[in-house]
Nanobody, 122 residues
Framework: QLQASGGGLVQAGGSLRVTCVASGRTFSSYVMGWFRQAPGKEREFVSAITGRGDTRDYADSVKDRFTVSRDNAKNTVYLQMNNLKPEDTALYFC?????????????????WGQGTLVTVSS
């Protein structure tokens, strides 16, 4: 089970950190990913991190602005979002994949959180 939180309303150029807490004892073995879905659009990949946190992947649209990290002792993954833009407005989902291999395809993630809403005003 995944529980995302930390969304909110922020002005363009601002920062926000969203958090995802996972239940289960094998958290450190799983790739964790962040996806987002804007109104009327398909869900898109944002970022992912390997089980040990030693490798990260980012969509081009968020590279150099977003940072993904994890604390396996707390079963938690974070997405720090800086220099936010109105086009970052979306429902942000965390997801886990029962492998330590990266994927950017939502269909290849096994568990999903409920989403947390991020709204960026211009």
């Amino acid at each position: 089970q995944l529980q995302a939180s930390g969304g909110g309303l922020v002005q363009a150029g601002g920062s926000l950190r969203v958090t995802c807490v996972a239940s289960g004892r094998t958290f450190s073995s799983y790739v964790m990913g962040w996806f987002r879905q804007a109104p009327g659009k398909e869900r898109e990949f944002v970022s992912a991190i390997t089980g040990r946190g030693d490798t990260r992947d980012y969509a081009d649209s968020v590279k150099d602005r977003f940072t993904v990290s994890r604390d396996n002792a707390k079963n938690t993954v974070y997405l720090q979002m800086n220099n936010l833009k109105p086009e970052d407005t979306a429902l942000y989902f965390c997801a886990s994949r029962r492998t330590n291999v990266f994927s950017r395809r939502a269909s290849q993630f096994d568990y999903w959180g409920q989403g947390t809403l991020v709204t960026v005003s211009s």
